[in-house]
């Protein structure tokens, strides 16, 4: 395989995307494999465990837990992402918990072997400074999307956001990769699960999703665009 085609399998806005075909074989080399199948926890939230996770293939949902014990899902992460760098950069307890959402391959590191690395890669240590700087801007992005409109317009945004990072362009259209669920949609919009049900029924009603057992198809992304913007309505 070409070091141009390697290259061009990481997605762009991911830490692998951001770095040199020399650094990208670089740091999976000093990496050790470990593989998660479906459901299995790669971090939990409060541990003290400090090993980093570099995602290369499948996909993990990231929780946080609410003071009354409730489970938020916050975010997304795939091919090319880290997991858990935080946590060996700045000696805090993990903020949140990571399972793997899909059977998924990793290359993982120490905390010391994470950062022995970055300090002898300066270039890499720089693309991780502006991954997690892009993280936290999409995160603030996130809460902006889903606070102040009505729940078809929040969804709308996330499914439009979701599309752009994790869609897979098929005859039908977009399809989102990341196997969700109902709650778990109904989470990352921030609303009842009824109100997100109505919103999806309505977006099918449009012709601009098709759904089915935790797969969407967007198959209409102007239209899908379009709702994003729309003002506030009774779906609520």
Not at 52 to 80: A, P
């Amino acid at each position: 395989m070409s070091h141009l085609s390697e290259h061009d399998r990481w997605p762009a806005t991911s830490l692998m995307g951001m770095l040199g075909g020399a650094e990208q074989h670089a740091l999976l080399a000093k990496g050790v494999r470990r593989g998660f199948p479906a459901g299995e926890t790669l971090v939990s939230e409060g541990d003290r465990r400090d090993e980093v996770y570099l995602l290369v293939s499948g996909f993990v949902k990231i929780f946080g837990n609410t003071y009354d014990g409730r489970q938020v899902l916050l975010s997304i992460r795939t091919t090319g992402d880290l997991i858990g760098e935080l946590a060996a950069l700045d000696g805090e307890p993990r903020s949140a918990t990571v399972t793997a959402a899909t059977k998924t391959e990793t290359r993982m590191f120490g905390s010391e072997t994470f950062r022995s690395f970055l300090d002898g890669h300066p270039s890499t240590a720089q693309a991780v400074q502006r991954y997690v700087n892009r993280k936290l801007r999409l995160a603030t992005r996130h809460r902006i999307d889903v606070g102040g409109a009505s729940v078809l317009v929040r969804l709308a945004r996330v499914l439009d956001r979701l599309a752009v990072s994790h869609g897979r362009r098929t005859e039908a259209g977009i399809r989102i990769e990341v196997p969700l669920s109902q709650v778990e949609l109904a989470a990352l919009v921030g609303a009842a699960e009824p109100s997100v049900h109505r919103a999806l029924s309505e977006l099918r009603q449009r012709g601009i999703l098709v759904t089915g057992y935790r797969h969407i198809v967007v198959a209409d992304p102007p239209g899908l665009v379009e709702a994003a913007q729309e003002a506030p309505d009774s779906i609520a």
